[in-house]
C-alpha cells in the first residue's frame, strides 16, 4: 500500500536557465594566475571587465569622466601622446592593469611609448609580456620593454583588479533590470487588458462594432480614444480590466536608483558631475564645489598613479597642468 502511494505521488521540479558566470560572486575567488607555460593568466577575464564597461550608462560615464579630466590636463611629451596617454589611462581604469609599451629606434633608443591594449596583454617571468590576439600568433615582448601600471589587490602581486568590482552584483543587476524592462515594453505585456461587457442594452450588431474598432486601433496611429452611447445602460455594464502589473514600475525605479548608487559610491563621481537629476528639492549642492573636491582628492591621486612612468623612464615623461580651483561665487 505504502509502495502504491509513493509511486503515485507528485514529484514538482523546474529547469531554470544558464547561470553566467559573472553574475556570480565566487568570480571573485578565483584570484591565482596560473601559468600556462609561457605567461601567467589574469584572475578575471579582461574581456568580461571591458563588456561590464557597456552595461550601464553610469559605469561607463564615471570612467570615461575620469579619463577625460585625465586627459585634459595631461601635457603631451614627443614621447608619449595625449592619444596613447588616454588610452593608457581607460586601460587602468576598467582593466586595474595598464601597459605602455617602449618603442625603440634604430640606434636602441626610446622611440615613443605606445599603449599595449591591456586586455591582450600578458605578464610572463624576468620582465617579459606578451601580447596574445585569439587569430595571431602571440608576439613577445623584450624583457624591460613593457611597462605594467597596477591596481594593487590583496590576493597576488602578479596582475591588478579595478576598484569598482565591490559593486559589480549591483551593476549587473541595474543592466538586468533595464533588459528585463525592455522585454516588457517589446512582448506588448504593458498594453493587456480584459474588455468585460455585460452591457443588456448592446445587441450583437453593437458588440461587433465595438470589436471592430478595437481591432482597427492595433498599428500605426494607434492608442486611440474609443466613444460608446449606451442609453438606458447600468453602472459597470464596461469595464477595461488589466492584466499587466502596474506596480512592477515603481520596484523597476527603486532598483535603477540603488544600483546606481552603489556604481557611484564605488567610482566615487560626485553624481552632478555626471548629470543625475537630484530626487529632492534640495538638490546635490554646488557643483563647482563637488568638482573641486573630486579633481582634486580622487584626480589628484591617480595623477599620483600616472606619475610612475616618469621613474620608469628616468625622465619627466607625464606631467600635468596644475588644476585651479573654481572661485566662489558672489555673495548676493
Known amino acids: 500500500m505504502n509502495d502504491m502511494a509513493t509511486s503515485r505521488s507528485v514529484t514538482a521540479f523546474a529547469l531554470d536557465d544558464a547561470v553566467s558566470v559573472i553574475n556570480r560572486r565566487e568570480l571573485l575567488g578565483y584570484v591565482e594566475c596560473w601559468w600556462n607555460g609561457r605567461w601567467y593568466e589574469p584572475p578575471i577575464s579582461p574581456k568580461t571587465l571591458a563588456q561590464m564597461l557597456q552595461a550601464s550608462a553610469h559605469h561607463g560615464s564615471a570612467i570615461r569622466a575620469k579619463r577625460n579630466l585625465l586627459v585634459r590636463d595631461f601635457i603631451p611629451h614627443e614621447l608619449l601622446s595625449r592619444d596613447e596617454f588616454g588610452k593608457f589611462v581607460l586601460d587602468f581604469l576598467v582593466m586595474g592593469n595598464a601597459y605602455l609599451e617602449d618603442v625603440p629606434n634604430i640606434a636602441g633608443r626610446t622611440a615613443r611609448l605606445k599603449n599595449s591594449l591591456a586586455i591582450n596583454t600578458r605578464r610572463a617571468r624576468d620582465g617579459v609580456y606578451w601580447f596574445v590576439e585569439k587569430y595571431h600568433a602571440p608576439h613577445r615582448f623584450e624583457a624591460g620593454r613593457i611597462f605594467h601600471l597596477i591596481e594593487h589587490d590583496v590576493s597576488q602581486e602578479l596582475y591588478g583588479k579595478p576598484e569598482y568590482l565591490s559593486a559589480m552584483q549591483s551593476l ?14 517589446l512582448n506588448g505585456a504593458h498594453a493587456g487588458f480584459v474588455f468585460y461587457l455585460s452591457e443588456t442594452a448592446m445587441d ?42 502596474v506596480a512592477a514600475k515603481d520596484e523597476f525605479f527603486n532598483i535603477k536608483n540603488v544600483t546606481r548608487d552603489d556604481i557611484l559610491a564605488s567610482h566615487r563621481v560626485p553624481p552632478q558631475l555626471l548629470g543625475v537629476v537630484p530626487q529632492t528639492n534640495g538638490g546635490f549642492g554646488d557643483v563647482r564645489t563637488a568638482r573641486d573636491d573630486f579633481a582634486i582628492n580622487e584626480i589628484g ?9 616618469n621613474d620608469w623612464q628616468g625622465r619627466e615623461v607625464v606631467r600635468f597642468a596644475e588644476y585651479q580651483p573654481t572661485s566662489p561665487a558672489p555673495v548676493k
Open 172 to 185: 549587473l543587476l541595474n543592466e538586468n533590470a533595464t533588459l528585463f524592462r525592455r522585454r516588457y515594453y
Open 204 to 245: 450583437d450588431a453593437d458588440v461587433n462594432a465595438i470589436r471592430e474598432s478595437l481591432r482597427e486601433a492595433r498599428g500605426q496611429g494607434n492608442f486611440r480614444n474609443l466613444f460608446l452611447h449606451v442609453p438606458n445602460g447600468k453602472k459597470d455594464g464596461v469595464q477595461i480590466i488589466p492584466i499587466s502589473e
Open 301 to 309: 591621486a591617480l595623477k599620483a598613479r600616472m606619475l610612475e612612468v
